[in-house]
């Protein structure tokens, strides 16, 4: 079953974003991850507050997910973060196929 990482983004420097960018999606593939959604256009359709960029990355568990995400390769894009971009970021179990 596959499970998932959203994050919703508003960039705080772009240049840090970009260098961010790459470390994480260096990290991402090295554990199985890949992008479903990586800031394309978004459509409110229901609400009010408009949404910052949209992510989205599946991973095969959330064992390997969590994995990622305290990886210490991942501990590096990290650091970016922090001045790279503002974000609130969730993980979601998938569905299991019927």
């Known amino acids: 079953m596959a499970d998932y990482v959203i994050s919703e983004v508003e960039v705080r420097d772009g240049a840090a974003m970009e260098a961010y960018r790459t470390l994480a999606a260096q990290t991402i593939a ?8 990586r800031g394309g256009a978004v459509e409110v359709v229901e609400g009010s507050s408009p949404p910052g960029t949209i992510i989205i990355v599946e991973f095969p568990s959330m064992a390997r997910a969590r994995e990622w995400y305290g990886s210490p390769d991942y501990a590096e894009a ?11 970021l969730i993980f ?6 019927a």
């Open 30 to 37: 090295q554990y199985g991850g890949r992008y479903l959604a």
């Open 78 to 88: 990290l650091k970016l973060r922090r001045t790279a971009l503002e974000r609130r």
């Open 92 to 97: 979601v179990e998938g569905v299991v196929p």
